[in-house]
């Protein structure tokens, strides 16, 4: 018989399909999926009805103003028939907080998948979030910072296991070998000027107006350069108004929402660099599939944990953060590096998407820690 895994999700995201198709088609662990019917944010969730292991969907129950939720259902899932439970790590969510107390009490095991402690987080909110992680018998993280930042914190290392995070890798990689090089965007710009590229929501925190102006900087220095930007503008941003009062707009292309993956890649695949002067999440991991590198602010501690994935020299770079002249000159060195040596670029960001950030390796990390049984007989922290 198969190991048996009960994962209790908040939601399913349609951007974690892969990895979770991925959990679901092993045929050496059974993983049964009791998933959230919503968020409290705009998110795109996939298609339950994909998962063989797809059991209930769960209510989401929020308590508004208090940042708190309760999923109706999850707590009774205890009593079935499972040694091994992984769940979506949030201390927000309360029915977590009866289910890790019950799982104490009969002595199953409990994995948190989770960002993990902030540092910037307040006194009170780390004692809750750590007197959380304390109960969970492994915490699944997202990347090396937050682990280390608990380590700080008193959390044995053995306890924190990093798994990174993925997008569709697999589908990306067969997209990858199969682009050939075009003019899809020198044409579009009528030039053959390196080209600085940003995909992703178009809001405040992403910080698309301090782009636009070191992008005028750049040009008004003699710096040859075309701006592509792809994504959907939030309601309230500014930032398409500068676009449109820049003195080089012609040579600025808003794209637009765009979800078609093998259109996606060829822009991508075909510009010369990412920049997010804002706070970058997978972005980075979608740039770095196609081999494009990645260039955003160095305030770590605020940062989304794919940033770890940026490697200083290799596969993109850090400004300083809010810091004009230094993402300014960062942004035209990179443009010029990224020209002269792009198939060394390409293959240092190839192998760290093929490293950690894919659906394969997350599940393998997993998968090792069910069938290692000794390693989950240890006391708790």
């Known amino acids: 018989m198969p190991e048996k895994l009960c994962c209790i999700f908040n939601v399913a995201p349609h951007y974690r399909e892969a990895v979770y198709l991925k959990m679901d088609n092993d045929p050496d662990i059974q993983c049964d999926f009791y998933l959230g019917d919503r968020t409290d944010q705009p998110l795109e969730l996939m298609d339950y009805q994909k998962l063989k292991g797809y059991r209930k969907t769960l209510s989401n129950h929020f308590f508004q103003n208090r940042g708190m939720m309760w999923q109706k259902g999850a707590v009774s899932l205890i009593f079935r028939n499972y040694k091994y439970y992984l769940i979506t790590g949030s201390p927000a969510c309360l029915s977590n907080w009866a289910l890790l107390f019950l799982a104490k009490i009969s002595g199953k095991k409990v994995f948190a998948w989770t960002h993990g402690l902030k540092s910037y987080s307040s006194q009170k909110d780390k004692w809750f979030q750590q007197s959380f992680y304390r109960l969970c018998d492994k915490i699944l993280l997202y990347g090396e910072f937050s682990r280390d930042k608990m380590i700080t914190m008193g959390f044995k290392p053995e306890k924190l296991i990093p798994i990174y995070n993925s997008l569709d890798y697999d589908k990306q990689k067969a997209i990858r070998e199969s682009i050939t090089k075009t003019d899809v965007v020198s044409s579009h710009f009528k030039n053959d000027y390196p080209t600085i590229i940003y995909v992703g929501r178009i809001q405040q925190a992403k910080k698309i107006d301090l782009l636009i102006k070191v992008y005028n900087n750049l040009r008004e220095k003699g ?134 950030y894919n659906a394969t390796s997350q599940w393998k990390i997993i998968k090792k820690l069910l069938q290692n049984k000794n390693d989950l007989e240890f006391k708790q922290v």
């Not at 991508?268 to 997978?282: A, D, E």
């Not at 020299?313 to 400004?319: A, N, R």
């Not at 230094?326 to 020209?339: E, H, P, Q, R």
């Open 223 to 356: 710096v040859l350069c075309n701006l592509l930007i792809v994504g959907k503008s939030i309601p309230g941003d500014q930032s398409l108004t500068e676009i449109r009062n820049s003195p080089f707009v012609q040579d600025i292309w808003e794209y637009g929402e765009c979800y078609d993956e093998t259109k996606l890649a060829a822009l991508i695949y075909h510009s010369t660099l990412m920049v997010c002067p804002g706070f970058i999440g997978l972005s980075a991991i979608h740039a770095l599939t196609y081999g494009l590198p990645v260039l955003t602010n160095d305030r770590f501690e605020y940062q989304n944990p794919e940033f770890e994935a940026i490697i200083p020299g290799l596969t993109g770079d850090f400004f300083q953060y809010d810091n004009m002249d230094d993402l300014s000159d960062k942004t035209a060195a990179w443009l010029v590096k990224s020209g002269e040596n792009r198939n060394e670029i390409r293959r240092n960001a190839y192998r760290v998407i093929e490293d950690r």
